[in-house]
């Protein structure tokens, strides 16, 4: 049966008003309209790398050859990488062996197994092989400086040697008997932990010397790493970290010589003598170990104290908003050491996806120096230059005798920080645009070059390139957008360019987007990465609904379609429409076409204005246009 009336609300009909203008009847979409163009940019880089998906504005994923370049403001090539061979009487490093290292005057002493190399002074910017200064059939576990010489740890298969330095002659017993694993220099003394056997000494026992004997001070569990950090010592057991800032000091003890009964006595009732101050603290109680390289390193760097703890770099700070223990955001499956050098902390690592990596902390965040896709010879035990031969750090190549140089500082146009192959990248992050879960269609990418100055070798004649790729696959597959572009002169035309691309439409669909940039021959300078950016258009997916919004005319004898005359009166139907918006309830609607389209659909009464012509006579006839906007649910 064709309907009666213009439109059904909740089975009641109504006619509606035939005038013109705004209050004539409308049909739309309700929600937000979908292709929204917006564009994501990225112009500060002082987080560093390892983060997965945009968060912070100035992190990004990886890339490899590249650093931060104004403090972060920008990323460059870098750092110098150098591979050599070392002392051919070196022994293998071993991945699973610390190799002790410490800097004693100007050189850096380091042990391999039983032998003690020297590297050249850190007066001589040009590089030479380590110098072997001896050789044993013991392992060395530990080196330390103590009083202008060197004492070497054997563990518990010999006593403590103090050698003189440079010349590491003169091996001589610090004291008869006293075995040490862990060695550390510390207010003018020296601190170990106790490797001797026999009655009285434990595995969980740390001797101090004095100038005048020894102490002894017992922790909780057996000691395993004992190191110098934030100018305090460090123990680290099974159960916990201790910190220790005691100092030696001149005190009033008993004379064993005087004699209180001997009435002729002469000696002092007491004598002067040496004491250390203070006790190990807790400081950080971690329940146990919960893997074998746990607290492989600890270390002081920027204020903080660094540790491998749960096969994740972890910093502690004792003050501001950020005190305790966080997470750094570098984990693997193994770490190998680390050290600090030229303002930055060094960590080896094996990464989850078994890459042996060497990254570069810079306080704020990681940068990648080095990664291999094999562990048959995984960098290993990095240890500080302190500028010898004109570099910062050395990190060893496990299972063999080479290592890799490190300098992360330009020292001068000689002795740069660009890579040796010039080659360096930059990856962001999976960059969803501020809505992970919509897709969207990438439309344009684009990288902007950026220095103030001609960086790097004045007046360089080098042709260097640069080069912008994208992946909406997590980086499974890279797209050039814009290939390799050269630049000939380190001037400040070459310093300051942009990259970008157009991308077809049909192309790049994703919720994410990555970008990488790439250079290439920057052995003498390179452009400055200061920002990339991508302009793209949001497929959104709304819940597909209607709108309406009509006037209703109210008054007595409404005819309907029929030619009859609706029952009820004006003020009724006034009444009934604005009862239904006061309810708030939802209801069935029959639309104007609902003889040819006969669906019945839910909906709801969202706004309603009475407009009346006459409003001496309203409350007798009820004569007025209800205005209503309704939305399908």
């Not at 969980?204 to 934030?230: C, F, M, N, W």
């Not at 001609?454 to 994208?470: E, I, K, Q």
């Not at 050039?480 to 000939?488: E, K, L, P, S």
Request: glycine fraction near 12%; include cysteine; hydrophobic fraction near 40%.
């Amino acid at each position: 049966m064709p309907q009666a009336t213009d439109i059904v609300l909740d089975g009641a009909g109504y006619m509606l008003w035939s005038g013109t203008g705004t209050l004539q009847y409308k049909r739309s979409q309700d929600g937000m309209a979908e292709g929204r163009t917006g564009r994501i940019t990225q112009k500060d880089f002082f987080g560093g790398q390892r983060r997965a998906y945009q968060l912070e504005r100035d992190a990004a994923w990886g890339g490899i050859g590249s650093g931060p370049a104004y403090g972060g403001q920008g990323v460059e090539p870098w750092p110098y990488t150098l591979y050599v061979n070392l002392n051919a009487s070196q022994p293998s490093a071993n991945p699973a062996v610390r190799i002790p290292h410490a800097k004693v005057g100007d050189y850096l002493f380091f042990a391999v197994g039983g032998a003690v190399f020297r590297t050249v002074s850190t007066a001589n910017q040009t590089w030479a092989a380590p110098t072997l200064m001896a050789s044993g059939a013991t392992p060395i576990t530990a080196l330390t400086y103590y009083n202008g010489g060197i004492l070497v740890g054997y563990g518990s298969a010999f006593d403590i040697l103090f050698y003189t330095a440079p010349g590491f002659t003169n091996g001589t017993p610090l004291l008869a008997g006293e075995r040490g694993g862990e060695l550390v220099s510390y207010g003018g003394s020296a601190i170990w932990s106790d490797k001797a056997s026999g009655p009285g000494h434990y595995p969980h026992r740390l001797q101090l010397i004095t100038g005048s004997g020894i102490e002894y001070k017992l922790l909780d569990a057996p000691v395993r790493r004992l190191v110098v950090a934030q100018s305090r010592v460090i123990a680290v057991t099974d159960a916990g970290l201790y910190s220790f800032s005691g100092r030696v000091n001149e005190v009033d003890v008993r004379n064993p010589a005087y004699n209180p009964n001997d009435a002729n006595e002469l000696d002092p009732p007491t004598i002067r003598a040496q004491r250390w101050s203070g006790e190990f603290e807790p400081f950080f109680q971690h329940g146990s170990a919960v893997a074998t390289d746990d607290f492989v390193f600890v270390t002081g760097f920027g204020g903080r104290i660094y540790a491998w703890v749960g096969k994740t770099v972890m910093e502690y700070a004792e003050q501001g908003e950020r005190a305790g223990w966080r997470d750094t955001g570098l984990s693997g499956n193994n770490c190998f050491g680390a050290c600090v050098a030229a303002g930055y902390l060094l960590v080896c690592i094996e990464s989850r996806d078994r890459m042996s990596q060497v990254w570069a902390w810079d306080g704020a965040g990681w940068w990648l120096v080095l990664s291999q896709p094999s562990m048959q010879y995984p960098w290993c035990w990095p240890v500080p230059l302190a500028g010898a031969g004109g570099y910062d750090a050395m990190v060893f190549l496990g299972n063999s005798q080479g290592a890799h140089l490190i300098r992360l500082v330009w020292r001068n146009d000689q002795q740069g920080t660009f890579p040796a192959d010039g080659a360096g990248s930059f990856v962001t992050s999976m960059i969803d645009a501020g809505e992970r879960d919509k897709a969207k269609a990438w439309r344009k990418v684009g990288a902007v070059f950026a220095a103030p100055e001609a960086r790097g070798v004045a007046g360089s004649g080098d042709v260097v390139g640069v080069a912008l790729d994208y992946s909406i696959n997590g980086g499974g597959t890279w797209v050039q957008a814009v290939g390799m572009t050269y630049y000939n002169l380190n001037t400040a035309a070459s310093h300051n360019h942009t990259l970008d691309a157009d991308i077809a439409s049909t192309v790049a669909t994703s919720r994410f987007l990555q970008l990488r940039v790439r250079w290439e021959s920057a052995l003498f300078w390179a452009p400055v990465l200061a920002g990339v950016w991508a302009e793209f258009e949001a497929l959104d997916s709304p819940a597909r609904r209607r709108k309406w919004s009509f006037a209703i005319t109210a008054r007595d004898q409404t005819i309907d379609r029929d030619g009859k005359v609706i029952t009820k009166t004006g003020r009724e139907l006034i009444a009934e429409l604005w009862s239904k918006w006061w309810n708030g309830t939802t209801f069935p609607f029959r639309d104007i076409d609902h003889d040819y389209d006969p669906t019945e659909r839910q909906v709801r009464i969202v706004g309603i204005s009475e407009s009346v012509a006459t409003p001496d006579t309203h409350g007798t006839w009820g004569d007025a246009v209800i205005a209503l906007t309704l939305v399908q649910v």
